[in-house]
T-cell receptor, first 114, second 116 residues
Framework: KAGVTQTPRYLIKTRGQQVTLSCSPI?????VSWYQQTPGQGLQFLFE?????QRNKGNFPGRFSGRQFSNSRSEMNVSTLELGDSALYLC???WGNGENSPLHFGNGTRLTVT | DQQVKQNSPSLSVQEGRISILNCDYT??????FLWYKKYPAEGPTFLIS?????DKNEDGRFTVFLNKSAKHLSLHIVPSQPGDSAVYFC???????????????FGKGTHLIIQP
């Protein structure tokens, strides 16, 4: 069974630009979550999508947005990039309901903002 | 305010011995706890989880213990192997669904080094 796939693996962008990251969940998983990992803050929750609807949202500014498609694939968008947005962005999928539904992570997209 | 704390940034253990990784939490609403392992340049890999209705869960060499009164959990790895060298993250959720209303709250991680 294929794992969570994130593309691209690496991105370099300039301040002020926007970026779109993509995530394909494990087959059958309906929940997709996004996390940001930085050396200072660790892993922080961005948002979660379930059945094409944003179900939960972390404490990030509106520049961070996402969406989920009918096939459960998800995209995350960051607009007006800032230097502090440089981070590893991790996508995770799960069944999304009930017990014993741990998150399974992809290998991430490393975003560098210059 | 860190709701999940892993107070040991690193831990060194001899191969074959027991590795014990600790995690403390402050939010009494947390009811589902997970451990993840992370190698460099890879995403976290799910290891084992425990719900608040249990105090122990075992899977092969990995056992997680939960002490709700102390708001403390630990991961035991027996016996430790060289491939166990990685960063281990403790995570908690306030809903019994793996993600929860506020997602998973992670600790900052403990770097486990297994010495040959």
């Amino acid at each position: 069974k294929a794992g969570v796939t994130q593309t691209p693996r690496y991105l370099i962008k300039t301040r002020g630009q926007q970026v779109t990251l993509s995530c394909s969940p494990i087959s059958g998983h309906r929940s997709v979550s996004w996390y940001q990992q930085t050396p200072g803050q660790g892993l922080q929750f961005l948002f979660e999508y379930f059945s094409e609807t944003q179900r939960n949202k972390g404490n990030f500014p509106g520049r961070f947005s996402g969406r989920q498609f009918s096939n459960s694939r998800s995209e995350m968008n960051v607009s007006t990039l800032e230097l502090g947005d440089s981070a590893l962005y991790l996508c995770a999928s799960s069944w999304g309901n009930g017990e014993n539904s741990p998150l399974h992570f992809g290998n991430g997209t490393r975003l560098t903002v210059t | 305010d860190q709701q999940v704390k892993q107070n040991s940034p690193s831990l060194s253990v001899q191969e074959g011995r027991i590795s014990i990784l600790n995690c403390d939490y402050t939010n009494s609403m947390f009811d589902y706890f997970l451990w993840y392992k992370k190698y460099p340049a890879e995403g976290p890999t799910f290891l084992i989880s425990i719900s608040s209705i249990k105090d122990k869960n075992e899977d092969g060499r990995f056992t997680v213990f939960l002490n709700k009164s102390a708001k403390h959990l630990s991961l035991h790895i027996v016996p430790s192997q060289p491939g166990d060298s990685a960063v281990y993250f403790c995570a908690a959720s306030a809903e019994y669904s793996g993600g929860g209303a506020d997602g998973l709250t992670f600790g900052k991680g403990t770097h486990l080094i297994i010495q040959p």
